[in-house]
C-alpha cells in the first residue's frame, strides 16, 4: 500500500535514551503523539518492562481519557521502527501479512550481529502479537530506503540497496521485492544525500573543517524522494543560495541526476510521474562530545579513508536534515522544521516555505511541524521512526 492511502494505526517506538544530551528523543515522539492521538491510534513498543513501566506512567498522565494511545512491550535497541519494523502487505485474497527483510544494523555490523538479531526480530514479535504470517527473505533491505505508489511501483536506492546485498543482481533484487511486496516495477535511484552517507566512511570536508555523520544509512530514499499519491514524486531539490556550499553542490548534482531519472520514468502501466521539488535547508551542524550516546558510538568505528577520530575531544557533525522525512496519515501531515531562536532567519524562512509546499501537496490536510533535530542527530527523521498500519484484515 501506499503511505498516503488510509491507515487504521502509527506504530513507534518508545525512546531509550538520547542522541545527544540535552536533546530529548522523548519530546519528540511526545509531540507525534499529541498531533496524531486525537484521530488515529498509535501503537507504541517497550523494549522491555521496565520501559514499558515508564512509557505507561507518561502517557496515562498526558493522556487520561484516551483509548488511541496503546503500549506493548516488543523487544528493540533503537528508535528506527521504519526500518525493521513490520512492513504490512496485502495478499491476493485481501488478508494481511508482514514482509520480513533481513537486516544488518544499516551496513554498520551483519546479520549475525547480536544487535542485529535484536532489531531484525522486532516485526516477526510483532506478526506472532497480531497473528499475522511472515514473508521472510534473506535480502536486506530496510523500509525508509523503499517508496511504494500503492500500485506497483518502486522507487529505492541503488548504493544502498547493492551495498547491503553485494552478491545480488537487480533482477535479483527485484524478484525479492516482487515476492514479498507485490510490486511490478522498481525504479533505481543512484545516490543520497551526502549527509546521509556512512559514517565510517570518514568525515565530509566542510572549507577548512571536517563534519561527521550520524551514524546515517548511506542514502535512504525518505530523506530526498517520496510519494505523495499514486502519481506524484516529491523531489529534494537545493535552493541556489546555498550553491557556495561544497555539500550542498554535491547534492545538487546527485538531486537532478535522480530528477533525470524519475522524469524518464513511468509507473507501472506506462504514465509519467508528475514531479514537484521541495527546498531542503541549508546545512545544519551540531557538536557532540564525550559521554553523547552518537559521539561513543562513531569514536569506535573503523574509518576507511585513514582518518583517526579525535576520541575525547567535541566534535563537529552535520545533521541529516530534510523537509521530506515526514509522516503521512489520515488527516494529518508531522513535518520537519529546523529554526531555533538565535539561528538564521534564512532557515525560518526556508521552514516556512517547506510547510506552504507541504499543504499545497496535501491540500485537505493539516501541516504540523515539529522540532526534530534530536531524532535526526541519531541519523534519521520523523518518517523513519513510525511506520504505518492499514485496517488489518486476517483468516
Excluded at 242 to 259: F, G, K, Q, S, V
Aim: glycine share 6%; net charge negative; hydrophobic share 35%.
Amino acid at each position: 500500500m501506499g503511505e498516503f492511502e488510509e491507515i487504521e494505526a502509527l506504530w513507534l517506538i518508545w525512546p531509550q535514551t538520547d542522541h545527544k544530551n540535552g536533546e530529548s528523543v522523548q519530546d519528540v515522539t511526545l509531540q507525534i503523539i499529541d498531533a496524531l492521538y486525537k484521530d488515529l491510534q498509535i501503537v507504541i513498543s517497550c523494549a522491555d518492562q521496565d520501559i514499558y513501566a515508564k512509557a505507561k506512567n507518561i502517557l496515562e498522565k498526558r493522556y487520561p481519557t484516551s483509548d488511541n494511545v496503546q503500549l506493548r512491550i516488543v523487544p528493540s535497541v533503537e528508535i528506527w521502527t521504519r526500518d525493521m519494523g513490520p512492513v504490512f502487505v496485502e495478499m491476493t485474497d485481501g488478508t494481511h501479512a508482514i514482509a520480513d527483510f533481513n537486516f544488518d544494523s544499516w551496513g554498520y555490523a551483519d546479520t549475525l550481529d547480536p544487535y542485529s538479531q535484536i532489531e531484525e526480530s522486532f516485526d516477526e514479535e510483532v506478526a506472532k502479537s497480531l497473528g499475522l504470517s511472515l514473508i521472510s527473505s534473506t535480502m536486506i533491505s530496510e523500509g525508509g530506503n523503499r517508496e511504494l505508489n500503492g500500485k506497483g511501483t518502486l522507487i529505492t536506492t541503488e548504493v544502498v540497496e547493492k551495498g547491503r546485498n553485494p552478491h545480488m543482481t537487480r533482477n535479483e533484487m527485484e524478484a525479492e521485492y516482487q515476492r514479498l511486496l507485490g510490486v511490478d516495477k522498481v525504479i533505481w535511484l543512484q545516490q543520497g544525500l551526502m549527509e546521509d552517507r556512512h559514517t565510517f566512511l570518514g568525515p565530509l570536508k566542510v572549507e577548512h573543517e571536517s563534519a561527521y555523520t550520524v551514524v546515517t544509512t548511506n542514502g535512504h530514499v525518505d530523506e530526498f524522494a517520496r510519494f505523495v499519491n499514486d502519481s506524484t514524486i516529491l523531489l529534494a531539490d537545493i535552493d541556489s543560495a546555498d550553491m557556495h556550499d561544497p555539500i550542498a553542490r554535491e547534492n545538487d548534482r546527485r538531486l537532478e541526476e535522480n530528477y533525470r531519472i524519475l522524469a524518464e520514468s513511468t509507473d507501472q502501466d506506462g504514465n509519467p510521474f508528475h514531479i514537484i521539488r521541495l527546498p531542503l535547508p541549508p546545512s545544519i551542524f551540531s557538536t557532540l562530545s564525550p559521554g553523547d550516546y552518537v559521539y561513543d558510538y562513531i569514536k569506535d568505528l573503523e574509518y576507511r579513508d585513514g582518518s583517526v577520530f579525535p576520541d575525547g575531544e567535541a566534535v563537529k557533525v552535520i545533521v541529516p536534515a530534510s523537509y521530506l522525512n515526514f509522516i503521512i496519515t489520515n488527516r494529518i501531515i508531522v513535518g520537519q522544521k529546523y529554526w531555533r531562536k538565535g539561528m538564521p532567519e534564512v532557515l525560518k524562512s526556508r521552514d516556512e516555505g517547506a510547510r506552504n509546499i507541504l499543504q499545497k501537496v496535501f491540500p485537505d490536510k493539516k501541516i504540523i511541524m515539529v522540532d526534530a533535530l534530536a531524532v535526526n542527530l541519531g541519523g534519521g527523521g520523523l518518517h523513519c521512526i513510525s511506520m504505518h498500519q492499514p485496517k488489518i484484515k486476517k483468516n
